[in-house]
């Protein structure tokens, strides 16, 4: 069974200040990964994701990611945060073409420090 | 553009109360799906459709009902609740086609006193 690990429950991070969000999965065959961001009391909204080809994406916001099949990563990143970027933030793996849904890590929650 | 839609946004039950909740796309999508939200826990799936006329169980069914009658519509039913079903709910669509990804609703908070 897939499953996904963020290991950072809460990260703090001043303004302008770089980050990095860690996720690793567990899949056996090439994985679809995303990334989504929900605000307090919003759904959810796709920041990227990597399907196949070039292990850098972009994705909005400012926001990229890396796919490292050899350590089973899939970490955001963005150079410079925002305020406006305090968030919780999802990992997600699914097998291609998503037929039995989508397997979330538990989260990391964005503070960021003025 | 819709997109997908659930209602209601908001719900109080009392325990034992029965319930559906909807979820309608109108993007034409093959697959659909409901997660719960809980905190600590990320979203966890309860039950998906790969068509209609066709449901399994996710990771969290226990509790939950659905049918898909139609395409644009997968509905979740509680048939009696209970206050470990206080939750936020997502549903989602997606294309079933390689190289897309799922659309989300907004949710329904759901509250179980």
């Known amino acids: 069974a897939q499953s996904v690990t963020q290991p950072d429950i809460h990260i703090t991070v001043s303004e302008g200040a770089s980050l990095e969000l860690r996720c690793n999965y567990s899949?056996?065959?090439?994985?679809?990964l995303f990334w989504y961001v929900q605000s307090p009391g919003q759904g959810l909204q796709l920041l990227l994701k990597y399907f196949s080809g070039d292990t850098l994406v972009q994705g909005i916001k400012g926001f990229e990611a890396e796919f490292k099949r050899s350590q089973s990563s899939f970490n955001l990143r963005k150079p410079s945060v925002h305020w406006s970027d305090a968030a919780e933030y999802f990992c997600a793996v699914e097998s291609g073409g998503g037929a039995d849904g989508l397997t979330f890590g538990k989260g990391t929650h964005l503070i960021i420090q003025p | 553009n819709a997109g997908v839609t659930q209602t209601p946004k908001f719900q109080v039950l009392k325990t034992g109360q029965s319930m559906t909740l909807q979820c309608a796309q109108d993007?034409?999508?093959?697959?659909m799906s409901w997660y719960r939200q809980d905190p600590g826990m990320g979203l966890r799936l309860i039950h998906y459709s790969v068509g209609a006329g066709i449901t399994d169980q996710g990771e969290v069914p226990n509790g939950y009902n659905v049918s898909r009658s139609t395409t644009e519509d997968f509905p979740l039913r509680l048939l009696s609740a209970a206050p470990s079903q206080t939750s936020v709910y997502f549903c989602?669509?997606?294309?079933?086609?390689?190289?897309?990804?799922?659309?989300f609703g907004q949710g329904t908070r759901l509250t179980v006193v």
């Open positions: 989602a669509s997606s294309s079933g086609r390689q190289n897309t990804e799922a659309f």
């Open positions: 899949y056996g065959a090439t994985p679809y």
């Open positions: 993007m034409n999508h093959e697959y």
